[in-house]
């Protein structure tokens, strides 16, 4: 069984360095996200759904940190938002009632979607394909998600896809290609 970097480090300092360092990350991939959902573009009358480079910065995190952290870094970001803390898009209400609004689920698929980015990348050779296949299958898990709520909220398909899907396709095959172009070689040079 494989250790950890913090089972190796031998002094109790050095664990506690590490440890902070992890948690430091984790924060700061959350504060992250939060800094990319305010880069917004509304689209209403159109769609509830605006417009945001949130899902981007998703997608980093995902990469860059791997599965676990990317993960703990998103339930991070989703608890911030769901305190009260401005860390969602500026567009909706913010809070819970974000939460359960249009883009809750959205909202509410971001930790797994940052896992399977992480997930996927992690398991082969850090290239841009790679990037880009994590990045294309966390992001057919974030509108399975999102659709989904939309779903419930429209009671039909074509609404929901309407409302959430067909306004988003270009951008987000653009926040895949960048997410894929990053990734390789921020982590090669780590």
Not at 138 to 159: D, P, R
Request: hydrophobic share 55%; aromatic share 12%; glycine share 10%.
């Amino acid at each position: 069984m494989a250790k950890s970097a913090t089972q190796i480090l031998a002094t109790p300092q050095e664990r506690i360095l590490e440890a902070s360092r992890q948690m430091a990350l984790v924060v700061g991939a959350s504060l992250f996200v939060a800094l990319c959902a305010r880069v917004t573009i509304p689209l209403l009358p159109l769609t509830p759904v605006p417009l945001t480079v949130q899902n981007l910065g998703v997608l980093i995190v995902g990469l860059l940190l791997g599965s676990r952290r990317g993960f703990a870094a998103l339930i991070l970001y989703l608890i911030e938002g769901a305190a009260g803390l401005p860390v969602f898009n500026p567009t909706g209400p913010g809070g819970f009632a974000q939460l359960f609004g249009p883009t809750g689920g959205f909202l509410m698929v971001y930790p797994f979607v940052a896992f399977t980015a992480g997930y996927i990348f992690d398991r082969g050779a850090k290239t841009f394909v790679r990037a880009a296949i994590a990045g294309f299958a966390a992001e057919i898990l974030l509108f399975a998600g999102g659709l989904t709520w939309l779903f419930v909220f429209t009671h039909s398909l074509a609404k929901a896809a309407y409302l959430g899907l067909y306004w988003f396709l270009a951008a987000e095959v653009i926040k895949v290609m960048l997410a894929a172009a990053i990734a390789p070689r921020w982590r090669r040079n780590t």
